[in-house]
């Protein structure tokens, strides 16, 4: 058997019932297979890959907190310090009733690779808690995350585990942890990252992600000759990703005509109303049946088909899995032209085949959604020397990195002859640089 084959049916058995673990370890390791077979014994011989595949440390731990009734709650949390082969842990925090320990596992696999492509000196985590902050009142909110930060805070800090936000944990969670963890350890450092302007964060992390994935697909389909102006783009979710997405849509030119949350979706003809959603999601925290309410040109659907409207470009921004073969086909028979993850892993992995057998350009949310990962590094660095940068200073360096990520991704999928694979090219050029920096720090 070959030795990619030995470790997935090993990851398969020794992480039972983790479904989203085995498909992140299997798209990855699928895509090493030229890689593998060039360095196939140095690997076996030190495990390398039973070792990219096992956390370095999962914790565990029980959230209690009072809700405003007096009465108590419990929560499972988690924090799976992945890989810090090339520098502290750093990954989000996703707070959704969904969250169990093969999700947070997946995240944390991904953010390795993600992590290296950014080229900057971050390892890879991610953390997490089945707690559902939507319906809740800034006190109870406040509560779980004092009572979350009290546990978290034994395992994190400035140079060893850098967490920031993810699904359900935004400015107004970062900013309860931050506080907390101030308060145990007594400590101003850049711990977290996503704080607010007056305490340590940096401009551009809010947009970053959403951004990010912007000027990527831009290069991404310069690269292959079509101009991202004029284009029509269907994006999914309607939170921190997909928002700043459809911003800088409208300020290359194209047209972002829907969104989506968890009960429904828009389509708008006339292009997303930006301030209205930011609006109704930012600030009201309210369902999208309110923008309906107020904008004509726009219809809402309950349940999901974002991807039955004909787009150019499809950008997945909302959660994994929620892309799927079905949806894949009626992209190409709609005639879409590329598609670009915001999210991680929203692509199943047979509906990422067919867009690719068809001819559809696909960028990976690993390198794709990049940008907010590589601007929290900023906010560390911007940290660590105690300056604040101009918001053009953030956003320039965002835009470079992007490009930067596209141009390896092209690179490496072109080496091993795998020319516009994006998704070979990605896993391939993130994975090279941790593999030369494991080998390179011996057994550990
Ligand atoms: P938010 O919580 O801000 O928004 C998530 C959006 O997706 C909401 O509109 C939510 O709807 C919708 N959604 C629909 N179905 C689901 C579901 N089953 N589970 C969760 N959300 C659902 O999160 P972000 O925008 O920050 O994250 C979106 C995706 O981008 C995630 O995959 C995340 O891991 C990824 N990502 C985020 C980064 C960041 O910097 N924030 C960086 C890189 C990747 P509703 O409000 O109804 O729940
Ligand atoms: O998935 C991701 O890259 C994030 N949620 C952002 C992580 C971070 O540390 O900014």
């Known amino acids: ?30 895509s090493l297979r030229p890689v593998i077979e060039e360095h196939e014994e140095e690997y076996r011989k030190n495990a390398l890959l039973e070792r990219i595949t096992t956390p370095e440390r999962q914790i565990l731990f029980r959230v209690p ?17 992945f890989n810090s082969a090339i520098g502290p842990y750093k990954g989000g925090l996703r707070l959704h009733p969904s969250v169990n320990l ?21 390892g890879g985590g991610k953390g997490g808690c089945d707690f559902d902050p939507k319906g809740k009142s800034d006190r109870e909110v406040m509560a779980f995350c004092q009572s979350f930060m009290t546990e978290l805070c034994k395992y994190i800090g400035a140079d060893t585990d850098v967490p920031a936000g993810d699904i359900g944990t935004g400015a107004r969670e970062i900013g309860y942890m931050f506080g907390q963890y101030k308060r145990i350890k007594g ?29 990527i697909t831009e290069e991404m389909l310069k690269a292959n000759g079509i101009d991202i102006s004029g284009k029509t783009i269907a994006v999914s979710g309607a939170g ?15 047209k972002p005509v829907t969104c989506s949350d ?29 923008y309906v309410k107020v904008r004509p040109s726009a219809q809402y659907h309950e ?41 991680n892993m929203p692509t199943t992995i047979e509906a990422t085949e067919y867009l690719q057998q068809n001819g559809v350009l696909f960028c990976p949310g690993k390198a794709a959604n990049a940008g907010g990962v590589a601007t929290s590094a900023l906010e560390m660095t911007q940290n660590s020397e105690r300056l604040s940068w ?55």
Request: proline letters at 2%; a negative charge.
């Open 1 to 30: 058997m070959s030795y990619v084959d030995e470790v997935l049916q090993n990851v398969i058995e020794k992480n039972p019932a983790q479904p989203e673990f085995h498909q992140a370890v299997k798209e990855v390791l699928e």
């Open 65 to 81: 907190w009072v809700d405003d009734n007096g009465q108590v709650h419990v929560n499972n949390a988690y924090r799976v310090q």
């Open 102 to 122: 093969g999700i947070i596992k997946f995240l944390g696999f991904e953010q390795i690779f993600k992590n290296s492509l950014t080229s900057l000196p971050i």
């Open 187 to 215: 400590v101003y450092e850049g711990v977290l990252t996503g704080k607010g302007l007056t305490f340590g964060g940096s401009l551009v992390r809010t947009e970053a992600t959403g951004y990010g994935l912007l000027y």
């Open 240 to 254: 921190n990703v997909a928002i700043y997405a459809i911003e800088k849509a409208y300020q290359l030119g194209a």
């Open 262 to 290: 968890s009960t429904g979706w828009i389509y708008d003809s006339e292009g997303i109303d930006l301030a209205l959603l930011k609006e109704i999601k930012e600030v009201k925290r309210q369902r999208l049946t309110e």
């Open 303 to 343: 349940g999901k088909g974002v991807w039955t409207v004909k787009c150019d470009v499809a950008l997945p921004c909302a959660t994994q899995n929620e892309l799927d073969l079905k949806d894949a086909e009626t992209l190409v028979k709609n005639g879409c032209v590329a598609v670009a993850e915001g999210a």
């Open 390 to 444: 101009s918001f053009e200073e953030v956003d320039g360096k965002l835009k470079e990195i992007m490009i930067n990520i596209f141009k390896n991704i092209d690179a490496a999928s072109k080496k091993y002859g795998m020319e516009k694979n994006y998704v070979a090219g990605a896993n391939i050029a993130g994975f090279l640089k941790v593999a030369e920096a494991m080998m390179a720090q011996g057994v550990c």
